[in-house]
């Protein structure tokens, strides 16, 4: 993680877009105070591809289609 001062930040601009670009993180600040976070774009769709696959890992999932041998009642919507 970079951190860097709002005027050099802005004198070498295409620099530090080309080093977040590349996957680096960079906090400007202004008088010693971070005043932003400039962090790379993600795909949302491969994010998201990422995360469930994490889940996968965490999660399982039974059988939802047979019947089970135990008899229930609902209510109807309609009377």
Not at 36 to 62: D, F, T
């Amino acid at each position: 993680m970079l951190e860097v001062n709002v005027t050099e930040f802005r004198n070498h601009l295409p620099d530090y877009l080309g080093k977040v670009k590349s996957g680096e993180e960079v906090l400007v600040t202004l008088r010693g105070k971070v005043i932003a976070r400039i962090i790379p774009a993600q795909n949302e769709r491969s994010a998201a591809r990422r995360h469930l696959s994490l889940l996968r890992k965490k999660c399982r999932v039974g059988d939802v289609v047979s019947p089970l041998e135990e008899k229930w009642e609902a209510e109807s919507a309609n009377p």
